[in-house]
């Protein structure tokens, strides 16, 4: 499933071109649908390659430690905001809630949810790589929530989110918050193909396991793709149970721009 979602990956960004690091001029070059982004790096942190992807990390010098997977941007030690605002920090009560992350391998959601005392967190993320690189090498996002699989109120299952999602609704699991911390939303002309289908699975297993008092939380992409984000809130409106949603907005600083984020609720 993680390989078929690596694919996925790939085809979200068109035109995609990789990055590319020259040491001497420090810079780091990304192409997105028109846009072309320039950072300052100036080394090379890590770099592996897992089952599923190749992870990096390196350093600029206004963003510090920036992870990259697949040669496409993730997340920096600036981009606080990014999972403040993923998890409406401020405005959503999560003390002593039961709460679900889909991936988040990067381990910022998680650090910061559990800042909020909840019941219990259980993240599902497949590359145990990126944990291990992110709790070396970006610690000022993560913690020290990655340095083991279990604490007294959450627990990381290394696997397929789909395949444990499947289990939770056979068993009748009800949680009052899940996070799609995953892909982001494609970039295409039309709602239709892979990357479309993978995103309706993950939004109709959540709604799955929500209460019905429960919300599902997830990023969108940029305000620069109205017109991906109008189909998102399209497929939303033909999931498999009636929901409401309402969106909110944050300039990312290693993004270069402002994102979108929707808190998604069953009627």
Not at 65 to 71: F, S, T
Not at 94 to 112: M, P, R, S
Not at 180 to 204: K, Q, V, Y
Not at 212 to 224: E, V, W
Request: proline fraction near 4%; aromatic fraction near 10%; charged fraction near 25%.
């Amino acid at each position: 499933m993680f390989e078929h979602l690596r694919r996925l990956r790939s085809k979200l960004i068109k035109p995609h071109t990789p990055f590319k690091i020259d040491f001497e001029m420090y810079n780091f070059i990304f192409e997105a649908y028109e846009r072309l982004l320039e950072y300052d790096i100036d080394k090379l942190v890590f770099e592996a390659r897992s089952p599923y992807q190749k992870v990096q990390i390196v350093h600029s010098k206004s963003l510090g430690n920036l992870l990259v997977l697949d040669e496409l941007q993730n997340m920096s030690e600036a981009d606080l905001i990014y999972t403040e605002t993923l998890m409406q920090r401020g405005k959503e009560n999560y003390a002593g809630k039961e709460i679900v992350i889909l991936g988040g391998g990067d381990g910022g959601l998680l650090w910061e949810l559990l800042k909020e005392k909840p019941k219990f967190i259980t993240m599902l993320e497949i590359d145990d790589i990126v944990m291990k690189a992110c709790s070396q090498h970006m610690r000022t996002i993560c913690g020290d929530c990655l340095d083991k699989r279990k604490g007294d109120n959450y627990e990381i299952i290394v696997g397929d989110c789909v395949k444990a999602l499947a289990h939770m609704i056979e068993e009748g699991r009800q949680f009052d918050y899940v996070f799609g911390d995953l892909t982001d939303i494609p970039i295409s002309t039309t709602p239709h193909g892979d990357a479309w289908d993978f995103i309706r699975l993950i939004l109709n297993s959540s709604m799955k396991v929500l209460k019905p008092t429960g919300k599902y939380m997830t990023h969108g992409n940029g305000a620069s793709c109205p017109e991906s984000l109008k189909m998102y809130e399209e497929v939303l409106s033909q999931l498999c149970v009636p929901v409401t949603f309402t969106k909110d907005r944050a300039f990312v600083p290693s993004f270069f721009e402002d994102w979108i984020f929707y808190q998604v609720s069953p009627k």
